[in-house]
């Protein structure tokens, strides 16, 4: 079939996106789902940190690409061997497909499925099979996902199943943002209500962490970022303190006020010197966890002895540490309960056609989650 989608051509054009392109809207070719796969119409896909950092060139991806990871959708077509899902079921896309046989798979950690770690450094779907084609040539798959599209093949272990009454909307947030977000807290590092902690970046992923903290029963929040909108929109959301990251007192400030650091600190921005703040504002026998994936070149430097003599944690989280079979519905309850108000992360909606400009918002820190609409 003919769809139409958002190509990347190439990593590191230079912004302003509105005026660069390097997402170019084109028709191109979906050939039908295989074995173990989904075609699906995409609803709705957020715009992400992680689309843009292909975009900047600071996270490697073999192009040309159909980007986009974080999308919800209608199943119009099943491949043969899929029978848990019918025409017309809404779905979340997930951008780690988990194969259910290896290692980690089967540890209950498939986050980190080492196939599907594969597949999408390769820009294939789990099947080792690339579905999309331009004049006959193939393009890669972005995270077995490819949501900036009308239609999207998937594997069937990409997706999980929704309530049809979730506003599609709102259900592609529970795809990325959330499903990190909130499993950084509750699945890294489980926090016990009564904890203290601070959030490191406040964009899609480190607002549902302080949604989260703030569900879990945190009796401190301390939301850190560089945008006074954003900190403005984390007091509104439940954090009890906002410090300006650029202040270069601000890790001094921020262990005054809680009596020598946090006991958990999360870095979401993505950045080498953002964790090195969270790692500076976790007190003692605390732990600090990053989900935020800076480039491949950023380093930490850690004072090894700190580890020891202070019982420091410091963790990775990768996707929330989420088997998202089981979470995204259980968070799905949570927003519906009002305990995770994620609709209110939304900047607004986008057609297609105005992908760069988002983008362009995106980069500039102006918008926390936009949604392109199909």
Excluded at 109 to 131: F, I, K, M, W
Excluded at 275 to 300: C, N, Y
Aim: net charge neutral; with cysteine.
């Amino acid at each position: 079939m003919r769809i139409r989608a958002a190509v990347l051509e190439t990593m590191g054009t230079p912004s302003p996106y509105a005026e660069s392109r390097p997402l170019r809207v084109q028709a191109v070719a979906l050939d039908p789902p295989g074995p173990g796969e989904v075609l699906v119409r995409i609803a709705a896909a957020g715009l992400c940190h992680s689309d843009l950092s292909v975009i900047e060139g600071n996270r490697p991806r073999p192009m040309p690409m159909v980007l986009g990871h974080e999308a919800a959708a209608v199943v119009e077509e099943v491949g043969p061997g899929v029978v848990d899902l019918v025409r017309g079921d809404h779905v979340v896309c997930v951008f780690v497909p988990s194969c259910g046989g290896c290692v980690p798979c089967a540890e209950g950690r498939p986050a980190l499925c080492e196939p599907g770690a594969a597949a999408n450094g390769a820009g294939v779907l789990l099947s080792g099979a690339r579905r999309l084609h331009r004049d006959g040539e193939p393009l890669h798959h972005h995270l077995g996902v490819s949501a900036f599209a009308e239609h999207a093949v998937v594997s069937r272990r990409s997706l999980v199943k929704i309530d049809p009454e979730l506003p599609l909307e709102e259900a592609a947030l529970f795809g990325c943002a959330v499903l990190t977000g909130v499993g950084a807290v509750v699945n890294t590092a489980r926090v016990p209500a009564g904890s203290s902690v601070a959030i490191v970046g406040l964009g899609g992923v480190g607002l549902c962490s302080l949604l989260a903290a703030v569900a879990a029963g945190a009796r401190e929040v301390v939301a850190v970022d560089i945008a006074p909108e954003k900190l403005a929109l984390a007091q509104a959301l439940g954090a009890t303190a906002a410090f300006d990251a650029r202040d270069p007192d601000t890790a001094e400030q921020i262990r005054s006020v809680t009596a020598g650091g946090v006991e958990y600190a999360f870095e979401l921005a993505g950045t080498g010197k953002a964790l090195e703040l969270a790692w500076r504002i976790t007190r003692r026998g605390g732990t600090t966890v990053t989900a935020g994936l800076p480039p491949p070149s950023a380093a930490l430097p850690v004072p090894v002895v700190s580890l020891v003599g202070e019982e420091r944690t410091l963790k990775g989280s990768y996707i929330g540490t989420a088997v998202p079979m089981r979470d995204i519905p259980r968070y799905i309850q949570l927003y519906r309960r009002g305990r995770l108000p994620v609709d209110r992360l939304m900047s607004g909606t986008l057609r297609l056609e105005e992908i760069n400009a988002g983008f362009d918002r995106l980069q500039r820190g102006e918008a926390i989650r936009q949604v392109v609409v199909f």
